[in-house]
Antibody
Framework: QVQLVQSGAEVKKPGASVKVSCRVS????????MHWVRQAPGTGLEWLGG????????IYSQKFRGRVVLTEDTSTDTAYMELSSLKSEDTAVYYC???????????????????WGQGTLVTVAT | EIVLTQSPATLSLSPGETATLSCRAS??????LAWFQQKPGQAPKLLIY???KRATGIPARFSGRGSGTDFTLTISSLEPEDFAVYYC????????FGPGTRVDI
């Protein structure tokens, strides 16, 4: 069973960057594709970016393009989300989510967000 | 950008009743729609993908319908653990979530 364990809470100043990690266990990261979603306090879910099997590369929400970078270290089965030029509005819980690259031997582009990390609270404040 | 609208914002029901949640897309998304359940302090949970297919381990009382721009999530015979917030998500261009529907007792 896939388990995702995220790094701990962060407090950052406006203008700084934050890098959140998401360690995979129970499966190899190379056999999964990852997405990142955030949730500001008391609000809904917002997609930041993730891997597109159709395009075979990371794709990003237009809102965050240029500010967010997704990377992976398959040697440690850890995915990363880095968000730069932080503003107070970026205060939120950030989630990683994983899905299988293949299902029953076929490329999976239909089932996304199957497994979730516990969330990482990022607070941006002076 | 494709915008998803969910209605109603809040649904007040009792255990045993049926919940019908709506999600409407601003343009066709074919069947590229998923539904998620989120309880306070927890990560979301995938319920339905491709509009009608239940994710692994999801009870049969959860069912999805629709294609194009209009979609419905039905929860038959509500259990106490079903009271939560439900989000729809489209993966057509590329991904956006709806604002959510809260199902309250």
């Amino acid at each position: 069973q896939v388990q995702l364990v995220q790094s701990g809470a962060e407090v950052k100043k406006p203008g700084a960057s934050v890098k959140v990690s998401c360690r995979v266990s129970g499966y190899r990261l190379s056999e999964l594709f990852m997405h990142w979603v955030r949730q500001a306090p008391g609000t809904g879910l917002e997609w930041l970016g993730g891997f597109s099997p159709e395009e075979d590369e990371n794709i990003y929400s237009q809102k965050f393009r240029g500010r967010v970078v997704l990377t992976e270290d398959t040697s440690t089965d850890t995915a990363y989300m880095e968000l730069s030029s932080l503003k107070s509005e970026d205060t939120a819980v950030y989630y990683c989510s994983a899905s299988y690259k293949t299902i029953s031997g076929l490329v999976n582009n239909a089932v996304n967000f199957q497994h979730w990390g516990q969330g990482t609270l990022v607070t941006v404040a002076t | 950008e494709i915008v998803l609208t969910q209605s109603p914002a809040t649904l007040s029901l009792s255990p045993g009743e049926t919940a019908t949640l709506s999600c409407r897309a601003s343009q066709t998304i074919f069947n590229y729609l998923a539904w998620f359940q989120q309880k306070p302090g927890q990560a979301p949970k995938l319920l339905i993908y491709e509009a009608t297919k239940r994710a692994t381990g999801i009870p049969a009382r959860f069912s999805g319908r629709g294609s194009g721009t209009d979609f419905t999530l039905t929860i038959s015979s509500l259990e106490p653990e079903d009271f939560a917030v439900y989000y729809c998500l489209q993966r057509s261009d590329p991904f956006t979530f709806g604002p959510g529907t809260r199902v309250d007792i």
